[in-house]
T-cell receptor, first 113, second 116 residues
């Protein structure tokens, strides 16, 4: 079975600090896609960053970057210069199909002023 | 529309009643997905549509759950004889076509269903 595990239920950091959220996954597939989504109180899931498994280069989107370790099946999200607006639930997700995402349980991130 | 629209935003219903949740995808998106998010958990896949057909209904938790999509646009998720364990946020997403999940979906803001 394919699973996604987020081991940090909640994290809290000061504004402007850097924070890393952890995610591990389990699959026997060789080609797949990984995602980090943000869910603010509005409930709408917002795509933060995605990674294609066949690409060794780690994805980067402005202050957001990932550390993708394929052999270890690890996909962590680093948020640099954290801002109050980054406060949200963050979900790691995985897919190798053409329609279904498999999700972790989420990490609640609180940015303190 | 410009985004994925879901209604109602919140719904409180009595145990045993039927409810209908509506999703209006982005205009022109042929693929539509329903997920359920229970408290403290990630999203659970329910069903997806390509056009008006549902190739995979395997995520529907019981025969009390059904969904349809008409005109390749709006979809309705129906829960009959609601139970307290049905309380959750129901999220809908769409993409231009099946297969584009690798680029990520566009989600609506969900319907929070509370069964009392």
């Amino acid at each position: 079975a394919q699973t996604v595990t987020q081991s940090q239920p909640e994290m809290s950091v000061q504004e402007a600090e850097t924070v890393t959220l952890s995610c591990t996954y389990d699959t026997s597939e060789s080609n797949y896609y990984l995602f980090w989504y943000k869910q603010p109180p509005s409930r709408q899931m917002i795509l933060v960053i995605r990674q294609e498994a066949y690409k060794q280069q780690n994805a980067t989107e402005n202050r957001f970057s990932v550390n993708f370790q394929k052999a270890a099946k690890s996909f962590s999200l680093k948020i640099s210069d954290s801002q109050l607006g980054d406060t949200a639930m963050y979900f790691c997700a995985f897919t190798h199909s053409n329609y279904q995402l498999i999700w972790g349980a989420g990490t609640k991130l609180i940015i303190k002023p | 529309g410009a985004g994925v629209s879901q209604s109602p935003s919140n719904k409180v219903t009595e145990k045993g009643k039927d409810v209908e949740l509506r999703c209006d995808p982005i205009s022109g998106h042929t693929a539509l997905y329903w997920y359920r998010q229970s408290l403290g958990q990630g999203l659970e896949f329910l069903i997806y549509f390509q056009g008006n057909s549902a190739p995979d209904k395997s995520g529907l938790p019981s025969d009390r759950f059904s969904a349809e999509r008409t005109g390749g646009s709006v979809s309705t998720l129906t829960i009959q004889r609601t139970q307290q364990e049905d309380s959750a946020v129901y999220l809908c997403a769409s993409s231009a076509r099946t297969g584009e999940v690798r680029y990520g979906y566009t989600f609506g803001s969900g319907t929070r269903l509370t069964v009392v």
